[in-house]
């Protein structure tokens, strides 16, 4: 796990995912935990890895994403498990931690011996903890976003500024200027466009649009 989120911090969104098996009277528990945009990424997952394990008696799952509103969506499953020892238990790991823009399936090759209501909460929530503990998260923080219109010239002293104060790039375009749209963290926003005005010689080149939320996960950014 990144060493720069606390788990039990406020909200984050999964950025890399990761896996881990535990046994437990010979069934094996397959856990995958996969960083997801949308309601429609995580079905497709969830189908992908049922395929792959199709000879698996169960592939139960939960996830947690935004929708296009920035609220939470959340699901589970405990895919014939009885009810409650699986889906359930699996996301309030997810929910309890404030993760998002996640999804976790915990495939289970029977393995011949019941375990019992309290044997499979504990069965799939210790494979979820396992492989949550590999993984990679991302804060959500307080950003304005800024559009930036600038010649050539100083493209590569605003880049140099950007990774100094950790502001991130949403958009661009390269025409007889360039154009750029680019979330600020709001801690330094100020002190960012202070440094840009004094770049291009006490020119405002910097225009607020909206204030927003946001994380990253993989290679995306996700504004909220």
Do not use: W
Not at 28 to 40: C, D, G, L, M, R
Request: with cysteine; proline share 2%.
């Amino acid at each position: 796990m990144s060493e720069n989120v606390d788990i039990e911090s406020d909200e984050k969104i999964l950025k890399t995912g990761a896996s881990a098996q535990y046994v437990e009277k010979r069934s094996k528990f397959i856990a995958q935990i996969v960083p997801v945009s949308s309601e429609q990424d995580a079905l497709a997952e969830i189908d992908r890895i049922k395929k792959q394990y199709y000879d698996a008696r169960h592939n139960c799952y939960a996830y947690v994403v935004y929708d296009e509103k920035g609220e939470a969506i959340s699901r589970s499953s405990d895919d014939g498990e009885p009810s409650g020892t699986a889906g359930k238990p699996m996301l309030e790991i997810l929910t309890g931690n404030k993760i998002n823009n996640i999804l976790v399936v915990v495939t289970r090759y029977f393995g011949g011996t019941l375990l019992g209501t309290g044997g499979l909460v504990r069965a799939y929530s210790t494979s979820v903890k396992d492989a949550l503990a590999k993984c990679e998260l991302s804060a959500i923080s307080e950003g304005q976003k800024l559009k930036l219109r600038i010649d050539y010239t100083g493209l590569a002293q605003v880049q140099n500024l950007m990774r100094k104060m950790n502001v991130l790039e949403l958009e661009s375009a390269y025409e007889n200027d360039v154009n750029l749209v680019l979330i600020s963290p709001i801690d330094v926003v100020d002190k960012f466009k202070k440094e840009l005005a004094e770049l291009f010689s006490g020119r405002d080149v910097t225009e607020e649009l909206d204030k927003v939320r946001y994380g990253i996960s993989g290679q995306e950014i996700f504004v909220l």
